[in-house]
């Protein structure tokens, strides 16, 4: 079986190429990825020389280069993790993320439906998506796999927008599909602009932890590799044209979670406590910030037996051991692109 993963030198994408490589020897599995800054292969350095494992540098809305690809290779299956990501970025450049979110995922869905002809057996398209595409809760509820689709941000109408791509080519061109969305992914090799690795950099250089607002916004915290197991299991085992929520029943207000995050780094710096919780500053709020996801999580448990092995205060430790012991790995991903946008744009 042939399967392309794209995106899979980013964060999550790295964690499944590893995954399916080791997993699945009779597999051969191709990697393509822009390397953009949140690209690196340096995340798949220890599987990069496995016999079932390929790299192919190409931009997803390379429409002509895409089209050949598929021509080339005739992947039997797909998983689509390559997206333009931070929500924060998608505030200032919301055009690059329709380009690579929508316009990308079209080059993908075309080339399969080209290549294979309506001769679909045994082939399928997953779509990688996101819990934002729901929109925000209010104190209470959960987001369902039913739940209207209610995206705020330009980064989530984007994922919105290719999750409703997906389903419409599967709907007219018979595409086989399935989708899955996630919440918050924390763990190694997470470009340190999102929360997690943001504040444990900044943390290291005792700079400002920008907490956004009032900090009283939750989000719904997954170990990245409990992902990869869960995007395993929908590959092989999700049901045809259904959708899968993705989750750690696990919910932290950010405040409460950075509080903790301080707390830890403190105890594996040697600081006496408290030294950390002196670098929150409450800046400016995000434009749209969504107050709270949280997902149900419940069908991908009863339908696949899916759920999370690895526990917060776990997932945490094994985090921030990572980022202490990968200095050089930390060094040289920020030295390029800008990573604190907080400074860059809200102040
Ligand atoms: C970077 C940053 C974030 N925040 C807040 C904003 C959010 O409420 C929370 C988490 O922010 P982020 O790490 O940017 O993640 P968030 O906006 O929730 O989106 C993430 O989680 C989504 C899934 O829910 C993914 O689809 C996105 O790709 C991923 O970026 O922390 C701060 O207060 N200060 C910061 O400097």
């Not at 280069?65 to 997206?83: M, Q």
């Not at 995007?231 to 903790?260: P, Q, R």
């Not at 069908?299 to 051991?321: A, C, H, M, R, Y």
Request: hydrophobic letters at 35%.
């Amino acid at each position: 079986m042939k399967i392309l993963i794209t995106g899979g030198a980013g964060f999550i994408g790295s964690h499944v190429v590893r995954l399916f490589v080791k997993k699945y020897p009779d597999y051969q599995i191709y990697n393509l990825d822009a390397l953009t800054y949140a690209g690196n292969l340096e995340n798949l350095k220890d599987i990069e020389k496995e016999p079932n494992y390929a790299f192919i540098k190409v931009d997803i809305t390379d429409e002509h280069a895409i089209s050949e690809l598929f021509k080339t290779y005739k992947f039997d299956n797909v998983i689509h993790l390559a997206a333009e990501s931070h929500v924060d970025r998608s505030i200032t450049d919301p055009l690059s993320f329709v380009k690579t979110n929508v316009i990308g995922t079209l080059n993908l869905l075309n080339a399969f439906k080209e290549l294979w002809k309506g001769d679909f057996e045994g082939k399928r398209f997953y779509h990688i998506s996101t819990d934002e595409v729901y929109g925000t809760l209010g104190e209470t509820g959960l987001f369902t796999e039913t739940t209207s689709y209610d995206p705020n941000s330009p980064y989530s109408a984007s994922k919105a927008s290719s999750d409703h791509f997906v389903r419409a080519y599967g709907e007219t061109y018979g595409l086989p599909f399935v989708i899955s969305n996630c919440s918050n992914n924390y763990g190694q090799n997470q470009f340190p602009e999102k929360l997690i690795p943001l504040f444990i950099n900044n943390i290291i250089n005792k700079t400002p932890l920008p907490v956004y607002g009032d900090g009283n916004y939750t989000r719904d915290w997954l170990y990245v590799v409990d992902h990869a197991i869960a995007i395993d299991l929908v590959f092989h085992k999700g049901k045809n044209a259904e959708t899968y929520n993705i989750g750690g029943f696990n919910e932290w207000k950010n405040i409460d979670l950075v509080k903790e995050l301080c707390k830890q780094m403190d105890a594996k710096l040697g600081n006496p406590e408290g030294t950390s919780e002196q670098l929150i500053t409450f800046v400016k709020d995000r434009p749209g910030h969504d107050l709270r996801y949280a997902i149900d999580a419940s069908k991908i448990n009863k339908e696949l037996g899916w759920s999370p092995s690895v526990t917060f205060q776990e997932g945490l430790k094994i985090t921030i051991d990572w980022y202490l012991s990968n200095a050089n790995w930390l060094k040289s991903v920020t030295s390029g692109a800008y990573q604190n946008y907080y400074e860059k744009q809200y102040s």
